[in-house]
């Protein structure tokens, strides 16, 4: 029987699952598809309800991952094919060339100013470009570039640019790296896949895309955060500061059919930052339902409105038009129509199944729900365990959960996994 465990993800789930099971003496072979680990929870400055630094949380156990020898990571990857049964699992696994050797290069950057391309910077929301070489952003961990052959002239055109080696003094850019295909024995296998958020695009009563005062959750996120595009000041598309903020509930839950259970948090948590870094910005929240679960959530909650001042609104029939550089907000309350004139407006989309998950499924051999995330066997008490022996899913991939619960999850999938 094969004691390894392989987590296919990187993100907080995933990091606490490897963590664990490298405690228990174990090998893991951590399977990651970007170039980073961290994965959603690093977009974020501070976490509900204790408005923790999410990077002063996350970056002890990235360092741990990465300087303990019996986690094995492997960055820019995905699997192939799983064959065999618990305890005797063959995985394949691809992982991408990168071009960029981590062991001779420091992270220095200064490969990334003679790329003569940019291009919208994805994990920031493309609120701000990045190069053909990059790290998504400030602070990535491993801090080690990558080549996106998708855009370098180099793998497009056929052009022979050499800039960013040529300027890299510890010689670590290697054109001569190519793709591989690893062949792992393993005992289990701990799914942490994450989500994507829905597509508000798809609703457009909303103007996002034709509106530029109007933001995704993430974006956000991203505009407050130190590391972020702006440094973390509260700046607008066209330059100004936000005096006015509505703050829009439940976009998307109509299409995808459920309440994603955090969303009124995070929301709660947006209105915190504007009041504590705009103190005279007034917040507008619109919800149709409020879900606010736990002692420590409704205290959050109650906190945000009662010392912050700012006014929650239950309507439904929001929608958001131009209105000069700005935005209106129109819904409808108790049976009659009302409105807001706002600077910013901020959208809390549904959290849904991250894209790729049925191909995934289809590989691991496990089923996806009606929803789309993995299925696991919730009505026999095993809340992480899966159609298939010796593979679990935790943390998002399995439906919407906070930071705690995908935590918890990951101890119980290294439970199983190790225990049998």
């Known amino acids: 029987m094969n004691n390894d465990v392989l987590v296919i993800g990187a993100g907080i789930a995933g990091i606490q699952a490897s963590l664990l099971v490298a405690k228990s003496g174990r090998q893991v072979y951590l399977v990651e598809q970007s170039s980073m680990i961290g994965g959603n929870a690093i977009k974020f400055e501070e976490v509900f309800p204790n408005m923790e630094c999410s990077t002063c949380m996350l970056a002890p156990k990235q360092q741990e991952l ?19 049964s618990a305890g005797d699992f063959t995985a394949k696994v691809s992982v991408k060339a990168g071009y960029v050797s981590p062991v001779d290069c420091i992270g220095c950057g200064a490969c990334y100013e ?62 001569a ?36 005062a109007v933001y995704t959750a993430m974006e ?75 002692k420590s959530y409704e205290v959050f909650c109650r906190e945000t409105l009662e010392e912050d001042g700012v006014e929650f ?24 129509s009302g409105s807001l004139d706002v600077d910013m407006v901020i959208l809390a989309p549904a959290v849904i199944a991250r894209s790729g998950s049925d191909e995934l499924a289809k590989t691991l051999g496990i089923e996806c729900d009606e929803k789309g995330f993995f299925k696991t066997n919730a009505d026999a ?31 119980a999938a290294v439970a199983r996994a190790i225990g049998g």
């Open 114 to 175: 003679p790329c003569p391309v940019s291009v919208p910077n994805d994990f920031e929301e493309r609120l701000i470009e990045r190069k053909a070489i990059f790290v998504p952003c400030a602070g990535a961990l491993p801090n080690v570039p990558m080549i996106d052959t998708s855009n370098c002239v180099r793998f497009t055109k056929g052009d022979e640019c050499t800039l960013c080696q040529e300027a890299c003094m510890f010689g670590a850019i290697d054109f």
């Open 66 to 84: 990465l300087q303990t020898s019996n986690i094995e990571l492997l960055t820019l990857s995905s699997l192939e094919s799983l064959s065999g």
């Open 381 to 411: 008490l095993s809340p992480v365990a899966t159609s298939r022996d010796g593979v679990y899913v935790i943390g998002c991939a399995e439906g919407p959960k906070d930071i705690a619960v995908s935590v918890a999850q990951a101890g």
């Open 220 to 294: 956000f996120e991203r505009l407050f955060a130190s590391n972020g595009p702006t440094g973390g000041d509260l700046t607008l598309r066209d330059g100004g500061t936000p005096k006015k903020v509505a703050i829009v509930h439940c976009v998307g839950r109509e299409q995808v059919g459920y309440c994603s259970g955090i969303c009124c948090m995070y929301s709660v948590k947006f209105a915190r930052f504007i009041k504590h870094k705009l103190h005279d910005a007034d917040v507008f929240h619109l919800y149709s339902d409020l879900c606010v679960p736990g």
């Open 177 to 212: 790296q190519e793709d591989k295909e690893l062949e792992l024995k393993v005992g289990a296998v701990i799914v942490a896949t994450g989500f994507d958020e829905f597509a508000v695009d798809g609703a457009q009563q909303y103007g996002y895309g034709e509106n530029p």
């Open 313 to 336: 609104i239950n309507c439904g029939d929001v929608s958001v038009s131009k209105n000069g550089g700005g935005a209106k907000v129109s819904y409808k309350s108790g049976g009659e």
